[in-house]
């Protein structure tokens, strides 16, 4: 699999662009006609650092679609000095069923699902240790969830997530039936279940939608549905003042479509190693936002 480095490392060498690693290859430093441009992690200088930081801060975009009246799971902003008695409200207000998440965590990376009000504040602790906020949500029964990435007004690619959930047929263990459904995620994966399932019967690997946690995708998203979607991410784009990014629409069980969250950074690793054309639509995108970066 070409990793996301020797993928800018071919685009640049075709594009005829100096490309220079710095600060311990973290910054890439493309150079080309007298103009200069950075990557940093997958963060294109596409975006000014205001929208930026609005964007991966969970908390700001949320309050950000509020004010723009745009559907959006509901958050609320914890601190360090948080009172107990605003959690306990919380916990009642969304029947004892919360999602707790650092602010500006990424991958599905310190997003937890509880329901113990003990545990719950035991996490908002331990998070509030290393982070400066949380926010705290409703669970929501999600249906589906899906990615868009927008350039200057386009969508480039929209596709769904399916969370990684098993079905026994009677014969295969738990194990092989992960391998199936994402070879990329699990097939390196040690200490999996080696239960068989009867026939029917549901195993949940993880409540998360997140490719980076097991998750697959699918592309056969109903016509009505995906207009429905590309609308949404595109009015959001548009009031954001955004150029690259990748927006999160969730559809819930009752197919109402709401906005989770959106990311400058537009990473595309997991989706390039599990669709059959992975790659090729990942360079194509990239090189499409590197074209837009050297555009006068």
Known sequence: MTTFDELLQELCLEKNVKLTKISKNWINVLEKSNQIHYIIAH??????????????????????????????????????????????ELYEKYNHDLVIKANLGTCGKEVFHETSLANIYKL?????IKNYSLSICPYINIKNEYRVIILDGQILLIYGKIK?????????????????????????????????????????????????????????????????ISNLAL??????????????????????????????GVMLDNFASIHPE??????????IAINKMFEK
């Open 235 to 264: 009015k959001v784009a548009r009031e954001i003042n955004v150029r690259f990014c990748s927006i999160d629409i969730i559809e819930d069980a009752c197919n109402n479509i709401y906005l989770m969250e959106a990311n400058s």
């Open 278 to 287: 992975g790659q090729k639509i990942a360079k194509f995108i990239y090189g």
């Open 164 to 228: 990684p959930v098993v079905y026994g047929d009677g014969q295969k263990s738990v194990a092989e039936l992960l391998k199936d459904f994402n070879p990329h995620f699990f097939q390196n994966k040690n200490n999996l279940p080696k239960t068989i399932l009867k026939n029917g019967e549901k195993y949940e690997y993880n409540w998360q939608f997140n490719l980076s946690q097991g998750a697959s995708i699918f592309m056969d998203i109903p016509e009505n549905l995906q207009l429905k």
């Open 124 to 128: 908002l602790d331990k998070l509030l």
């Open 43 to 88: 963060k294109f200088d596409l975006n000014n650092n205001s929208t930026s930081t609005i964007l991966d801060d969970k908390y700001a975009f949320y309050e950000l679609m509020e004010l723009k009246n745009n559907p959006i799971i509901k958050h609320h902003i914890i601190f360090k000095n948080y009172e107990s008695n605003y959690i306990e």
